[in-house]
């Protein structure tokens, strides 16, 4: 059974970093794609960043490339999205993904993605 498990998320004034974390469980075998989608009020879900399990291709949301960094523990099997310098924009409830890589997978696609967590509340401040 897959398991997410978010942490992080919170009020940030604007400038400021912030940390998420998901844990994944259940995943077999290594060939999956993990990372987070965002959702403000009234819009449509956005692809943040997402990440390989084991190519370590990534994808970054034109927005937030140079700003956002996500890195993959294998060991922890835990996915960060390190934050810097956020704006008001940034704010949304941000929710992790997970699902098994295909030959034709378009990373910032939302009906990719099979698995999804309970979603965290970033929100920062002007």
């Known amino acids: 059974e897959v398991r997410l498990v978010e942490s992080g998320g919170g009020l940030v004034q604007t400038g400021g970093s912030m940390r998420l974390s998901c844990a994944a469980s259940g995943f077999t075998p290594d060939d999956y794609v993990i990372g987070w989608f965002r959702q403000a009020p009234g819009e449509e879900r956005e692809g943040v960043s997402l990440i390989h399990s084991s190519r370590g291709t990534t994808y970054y949301l034109d927005s937030v490339k140079g700003r956002f960094t996500i890195s993959l523990d294998k060991i922890r099997n835990t996915v960060h999205l390190q934050m810097n310098s956020l704006k008001p924009e940034d704010t949304a409830n941000y929710y992790c993904?997970?699902?098994?890589?295909?030959?034709?997978?378009?990373?910032?696609?939302?009906?990719?993605?099979?698995?999804w967590g309970q979603g965290t509340q970033v929100t920062v401040s002007s």
């Open positions: 993904v997970a699902a098994y890589y295909t030959g034709t997978f378009y990373y910032p696609d939302p009906h990719e993605y099979d698995y």
